[in-house]
Protein backbone atom coordinates (compact mmCIF):
# COMPACT_ATOMS: atom_id res chain seq x y z
CA UNK A 1 0.00 0.00 0.00
CA UNK A 2 1.42 3.14 -1.20
CA UNK A 3 1.63 6.49 1.65
CA UNK A 4 -1.08 8.22 -0.27
CA UNK A 5 -3.74 5.37 -0.60
CA UNK A 6 -2.70 5.05 3.45
CA UNK A 7 -3.16 8.46 4.04
CA UNK A 8 -6.65 8.73 2.61
CA UNK A 9 -7.70 5.64 4.84
CA UNK A 10 -6.12 6.97 8.07
CA UNK A 11 -8.00 10.55 7.41
CA UNK A 12 -11.21 8.57 6.46
CA UNK A 13 -11.02 6.14 9.66
CA UNK A 14 -9.82 9.41 12.00
CA UNK A 15 -13.51 11.72 10.64
CA UNK A 16 -15.25 8.22 11.45
CA UNK A 17 -13.95 7.95 14.80
CA UNK A 18 -14.72 11.67 15.55
CA UNK A 19 -18.05 11.09 14.41
CA UNK A 20 -18.51 7.61 16.36
CA UNK A 21 -17.08 9.04 19.86
CA UNK A 22 -19.41 12.11 19.03
CA UNK A 23 -22.35 9.83 18.74
CA UNK A 24 -21.41 7.12 21.44
CA UNK A 25 -20.54 10.27 24.29
CA UNK A 26 -17.11 8.33 24.19
CA UNK A 27 -13.56 9.98 24.63
CA UNK A 28 -12.00 10.66 21.39
CA UNK A 29 -9.10 10.98 22.23
CA UNK A 30 -8.41 7.97 23.93
CA UNK A 31 -10.37 5.93 20.64
CA UNK A 32 -8.14 7.90 18.04
CA UNK A 33 -4.94 6.03 19.88
CA UNK A 34 -6.50 3.13 19.82
CA UNK A 35 -7.12 3.04 16.18
CA UNK A 36 -3.88 4.44 15.44
CA UNK A 37 -2.11 1.56 16.99
CA UNK A 38 -4.43 -0.92 15.00
CA UNK A 39 -3.66 1.32 11.88
CA UNK A 40 -0.21 1.10 12.59
CA UNK A 41 0.48 -2.32 13.37
CA UNK A 42 -1.36 -3.29 10.40
CA UNK A 43 1.03 -1.48 7.99
CA UNK A 44 3.79 -3.23 10.28
CA UNK A 45 4.64 -0.71 12.27
CA UNK A 46 6.61 -1.64 16.10
CA UNK A 47 4.17 -0.13 18.64
CA UNK A 48 7.38 1.53 19.58
CA UNK A 49 7.24 3.33 16.59
CA UNK A 50 3.92 4.22 16.54
CA UNK A 51 4.26 5.79 20.11
CA UNK A 52 6.84 7.99 19.01
CA UNK A 53 4.84 9.48 16.70
CA UNK A 54 2.92 11.34 19.49
CA UNK A 55 3.90 14.82 20.77
CA UNK A 56 4.29 13.88 25.02
CA UNK A 57 5.14 17.46 25.84
CA UNK A 58 2.00 18.64 24.27
CA UNK A 59 0.06 15.86 25.73
CA UNK A 60 1.17 17.06 29.16
CA UNK A 61 0.34 20.80 28.39
CA UNK A 62 -2.79 20.49 27.23
CA UNK A 63 -3.61 17.49 29.85
CA UNK A 64 -2.53 19.73 32.71
CA UNK A 65 -4.70 22.62 31.27
CA UNK A 66 -7.70 20.67 31.36
CA UNK A 67 -7.38 19.75 34.70
CA UNK A 68 -6.50 22.95 35.95
CA UNK A 69 -9.06 24.79 34.42
CA UNK A 70 -12.01 22.14 34.95
CA UNK A 71 -11.23 22.52 38.22
CA UNK A 72 -11.30 26.09 38.02
CA UNK A 73 -14.73 25.54 35.98
CA UNK A 74 -16.50 23.35 38.72
CA UNK A 75 -14.95 25.32 41.98
CA UNK A 76 -16.86 28.55 40.06
CA UNK A 77 -13.50 30.62 39.63
CA UNK A 78 -14.38 31.08 35.78
CA UNK A 79 -17.99 32.10 36.72
CA UNK A 80 -16.96 34.53 38.86
CA UNK A 81 -14.04 35.67 36.50
CA UNK A 82 -17.15 35.89 33.91
CA UNK A 83 -19.18 38.17 36.45
CA UNK A 84 -16.24 40.28 37.41
CA UNK A 85 -15.37 40.97 33.82
CA UNK A 86 -18.96 42.01 32.77
CA UNK A 87 -19.33 44.67 36.54
CA UNK A 88 -16.30 45.99 35.43
CA UNK A 89 -17.20 47.04 32.36
CA UNK A 90 -21.42 47.82 33.94
CA UNK A 91 -23.13 49.50 31.07
CA UNK A 92 -20.10 50.00 28.49
CA UNK A 93 -20.64 46.69 27.13
CA UNK A 94 -18.38 47.68 24.14
CA UNK A 95 -15.68 47.36 27.13
CA UNK A 96 -15.99 43.01 27.70
CA UNK A 97 -14.32 42.26 24.46
CA UNK A 98 -11.51 44.56 25.00
CA UNK A 99 -11.45 42.57 28.44
CA UNK A 100 -11.47 39.31 26.93
CA UNK A 101 -8.51 40.24 24.92
CA UNK A 102 -6.52 41.56 27.74
CA UNK A 103 -7.59 37.98 29.57
CA UNK A 104 -6.25 36.33 26.73
CA UNK A 105 -2.66 37.59 26.52
CA UNK A 106 -2.75 37.15 30.68
CA UNK A 107 -3.72 34.01 29.88
CA UNK A 108 -1.04 33.02 27.64
CA UNK A 109 1.73 34.98 29.52
CA UNK A 110 1.70 32.92 32.68
CA UNK A 111 -0.20 29.85 31.51
CA UNK A 112 0.89 26.88 28.57
CA UNK A 113 0.88 29.33 26.05
CA UNK A 114 -1.68 30.04 23.25
CA UNK A 115 -2.95 26.84 22.40
CA UNK A 116 -4.37 25.78 25.37
CA UNK A 117 -5.18 29.58 26.35
CA UNK A 118 -7.85 29.13 23.42
CA UNK A 119 -10.23 26.99 25.44
CA UNK A 120 -9.42 28.23 28.69
CA UNK A 121 -10.22 31.53 27.41
CA UNK A 122 -13.00 29.82 25.89
CA UNK A 123 -14.53 29.36 28.76
CA UNK A 124 -14.80 32.82 30.20
CA UNK A 125 -16.33 34.10 27.29
CA UNK A 126 -19.12 31.57 27.40
CA UNK A 127 -19.76 32.53 30.80
CA UNK A 128 -19.57 36.60 30.41
CA UNK A 129 -22.19 36.10 27.51
CA UNK A 130 -24.63 34.02 29.60
CA UNK A 131 -23.87 37.17 32.64
CA UNK A 132 -24.42 40.05 30.23
CA UNK A 133 -27.67 38.35 29.06
CA UNK A 134 -26.04 37.43 26.11
CA UNK A 135 -26.77 33.68 23.91
CA UNK A 136 -23.44 32.06 24.13
CA UNK A 137 -22.38 32.30 20.06
CA UNK A 138 -22.07 35.75 20.93
CA UNK A 139 -18.82 34.53 22.19
CA UNK A 140 -18.14 34.15 18.41
CA UNK A 141 -17.73 37.97 18.19
CA UNK A 142 -14.64 37.63 21.02
CA UNK A 143 -12.62 35.43 19.03
CA UNK A 144 -9.48 37.65 18.36
CA UNK A 145 -7.71 37.68 21.53
CA UNK A 146 -4.55 38.93 23.46
CA UNK A 147 -3.40 35.33 23.71
CA UNK A 148 -2.76 35.40 19.68
CA UNK A 149 -0.88 38.59 20.18
CA UNK A 150 1.50 37.02 22.76
CA UNK A 151 2.04 34.08 19.94
CA UNK A 152 4.20 36.69 17.96
CA UNK A 153 5.93 38.33 20.54
CA UNK A 154 9.43 37.53 20.56
CA UNK A 155 9.13 35.96 24.15
CA UNK A 156 6.48 33.79 23.03
CA UNK A 157 6.21 30.28 24.07
CA UNK A 158 4.85 28.76 20.99
CA UNK A 159 5.20 31.56 18.21
CA UNK A 160 6.26 30.67 14.71
CA UNK A 161 9.70 30.37 13.01
CA UNK A 162 10.40 32.88 11.16
CA UNK A 163 8.09 35.23 13.16
Known sequence: ??????????LAVLIATIAFGFMKKLNI?????????????SIGMTQKQIIAGFNTSLFVILLGSMFLFSIAQLNGTI??????????????????PIFMYL???????????????FGIVAYVRRAACVCNERRPVF???????????WRYCSMGTDRCCGH
Open 1 to 10: MNATTFSMIS
Open 29 to 41: GILSFGIAMVLGM
Open 79 to 96: DLLAKKTVALAGSRGWAV
Open 103 to 117: LGFVVAILGPGTIPG
Open 139 to 149: AVLYRTDGRDR
